[in-house]
């Protein structure tokens, strides 16, 4: 989450049109017939939505055009920066469309959503608020490339309740708090095409809800460790619930890994736990000291770390949800350490171990990878359930020459000893931050997605911003971070040793210098594309790849950086024109682009929408995006494709 978005053909005219055309199927089960009538219909209303969006947009700002690059399928026509509109734009030729919000019905019974009566119950039963990765998994099997129907996986990062209640106050009622814990966690929908429409099917038995509060099993070396033990769980393998989810990952066997990010926020009192390592490690992980602005330790002791000081610690991990089985139980998988996860990237090396590569999204914090101790069995998914939790967790080291090393964040390697205060595998895991400072990791301007290009191998490493490098008694620059100030962020392009995943060294080079290339003060860089070829862009934040190598870049906090609305961008990563950079898509007011996702043949492009009105309240919000009207701001996922027929996204 950066506290500093999709020419939608939304808003909807009104909700009866919204339920025509967006979830119908919501309270019946329609037949094929009345399907295929209703896709129809709703295309209809897209291209009227779409092109009166079009005519109406005043204000926007022009991005200096990219020329489009034949030579990686990327033809479409870049699309202008957006400053002050409150709806996507999409280049032309293309439509976007909603697939679900806040609110939505999730489960079949699921109550209609009424922002003015939300509680623990029936929030648990909607989709979640925030949403943040968006991961695809074919129908009917795990191994289909299904580009047709599908699970959509989202997860929903965190709660803002000043714009989710009317009259929310610093002392908020018990619904409330519910409803707020409820909303977070991860939405399980299936989806499927219609026409060229995208639309959930909220009967669908696959649908489901993980929230706040649903329990979830602790595997791997910290399971059952002391510090994992709370008054509730005496034996430390039991958790109830996972708390800001931001981004993550899929599994080559199908499931989802979801990132727990900055769950400090939610737990209270720090300086009344005891005194020593435990507290410390909440230090360094920014728990807060006192009275947290939540509140939620007014009604659960679990979030007073006075009360409860272990709960904090289970929390921060990467967990592993099974979409395809509504009946299976979450798992926390330590293995991978515990920090503010951003991403959870997966990656078959050549030999079959599976690697999973995470930024830990904090200034100055550290970039790992995980690498399983066994393979990946393609034949047997049961075989692959639990292969996270064993292998061997790295962290990175950058070096000035241009190489760099992975470091093994292994008790009794280097200075991660007893005789230095450790005591076991568990403890050094628990505490990954503290075992990547004594291990002298390159500290990072807020790490967040890691990415792999299917094409080359190579591992692109994206860092949001950090205004605070060079300050005070901050980190100075350095090879890898080489900009004080780093308003805009940067991207790392590295290439493992033999291309192998597995290794413990590397090549790395700075990508991207991001920044507005008509200001010779900001230094930008674009993998060596002239300015012509390239468009101004900021705060970088989820990454991914289509099937031709070309990286797709969401931003986080551009209008911080830059005064425009935040983007999606199309980039060349090879051949004469790598480094050409092109806008997509622009968002609406206040929100940013989340879990940029393809289907398996690139002709679906999914994204989450993140905070639309950020900043501004239920009673007076600055977005009413997506539904128009009188309608607050809710978050939620759209689709976007070629009008009117088929075709790879970037064509």
Request: proline share 7%.
């Amino acid at each position: 989450m950066n506290t500093e978005n999709p020419k939608q053909n939304l808003p909807w005219l009104d909700k009866e049109a919204e339920n025509a055309a967006t979830v119908r199927g919501e309270n019946s089960s329609p037949d094929f017939k009345e399907v295929v009538e209703a896709g129809l219909e709703r295309r209809e209303l897209i291209k009227t939505l779409f092109t009166g969006a079009a005519m109406a947009a005043t204000g926007a700002i022009t991005a200096p055009s990219a020329e489009a690059s034949s030579l990686t399928g990327l033809t479409f026509k870049p699309i202008k920066l957006s400053q002050g509109n409150d709806y996507i734009d999409v280049p032309e030729g293309y439509d976007a469309g909603l697939v679900i919000a806040w609110g939505n019905p999730v489960t079949a019974d699921a109550p209609d959503f009424d922002p003015n009566r939300q509680n623990g119950p029936t929030q648990s039963q909607q989709f979640g608020y925030n949403c943040d990765m968006v991961t695809y998994h074919s129908l009917p099997m795990w191994n289909s490339t299904n580009s047709r129907r599908g699970l959509m996986c989202v997860n929903h990062e965190y709660t803002d309740p000043t714009a989710m209640f009317p009259n929310y106050s610093t002392t908020p009622t018990k619904d409330q708090v519910d409803a707020e814990i409820a909303a977070h966690g991860v939405s399980v929908v299936e989806v499927e095409e219609f026409f060229g429409v995208w639309q959930y099917n909220a009967n669908s038995a696959f649908n489901w809800r993980i929230t706040g509060e649903t329990e979830m099993m602790i595997t791997g070396p910290a399971a059952g460790d002391p510090l994992m033990q709370t008054s509730a769980d005496r034996t430390g393998t039991r958790v109830r619930g996972t708390l800001n989810n931001c981004a993550g990952g899929q599994t080559p066997w199908g499931t989802m890994l979801t990132a727990e990010e900055n769950f400090n926020q939610y737990f209270a009192n720090r300086n009344g736990m005891p005194a020593g390592v435990n507290r410390d490690n909440m230090a360094r992980l920014g728990t807060i000291t006192g009275v947290s602005s939540r509140r939620w330790e007014s009604f659960y002791d679990r979030f007073d770390q006075a009360k409860e000081p272990n709960e904090a610690n289970r929390f921060g991990w990467i967990v592993e949800i099974d979409p395809y089985d509504p009946n299976s139980m979450p798992k926390k998988r330590t293995s991978m350490g515990r920090c503010k996860h951003e991403c959870a990237t997966t990656t078959i090396a050549k030999n079959g171990q599976v690697v999973v590569y995470s930024g830990d999204d904090e200034r100055f914090d550290y970039v790992y990878k995980f690498v399983t101790a066994g393979v990946f069995n393609r034949d047997n998914r049961a075989a692959n359930m639990d292969l996270l939790d064993n292998g061997t967790l790295y962290v990175a080291r950058y070096n000035a020459d241009g190489t760099g090393e992975w470091l093994p964040v292994v008790f009794g390697t280097g200075p991660l000893t007893a005789t230095n205060g450790w005591r076991n595998q568990a403890d050094v895991l628990i505490r990954l931050r503290q075992a990547g400072d004594a291990l002298g990791a390159t500290r990072m301007d807020r790490p967040e997605d890691v990415e792999v290009n299917p094409v080359t191998g190579a591992v692109y490493l994206v860092c949001t911003n950090n205004t605070q490098r060079g300050v005070g008694s901050n980190p100075a620059t350095d090879a890898a971070n080489p900009r004080a100030n780093n308003r805009s962020g940067h991207i790392i392009e590295m290439v493992e040793a033999g291309n192998d995943h597995t290794r413990t060294t590397f090549n790395w080079q700075i990508f991207m210098l991001c920044g507005n290339p008509d200001d010779p003060a900001q230094g930008t860089y674009f993998a060596g594309a002239p300015r012509e070829k390239v468009s101004p862009i900021g705060a970088p934040d989820n990454i991914a790849f289509d099937n031709q190598g070309n990286l797709w870049i969401g931003t986080d906090g551009m209008e911080a950086a830059l005064g425009w609305h935040d983007a999606v961008y199309a980039c060349v990563t090879e051949g004469p024109d790598r480094g050409t950079l092109m806008p997509f898509m622009t968002m609406p007011i206040g929100a940013e682009t989340c879990g940029p996702t393809f289907t398996p043949d690139n002709e679906t492009f999914f994204l989450a929408v993140q905070h639309p009105g950020e900043g501004s309240t239920f009673a007076r919000p600055s977005s009413r995006w997506p539904y128009g009207g009188n309608d607050i701001p809710r978050p939620g996922v759209v689709f976007v494709k070629k009008s009117w027929g088929r075709g790879t996204i970037g064509s």
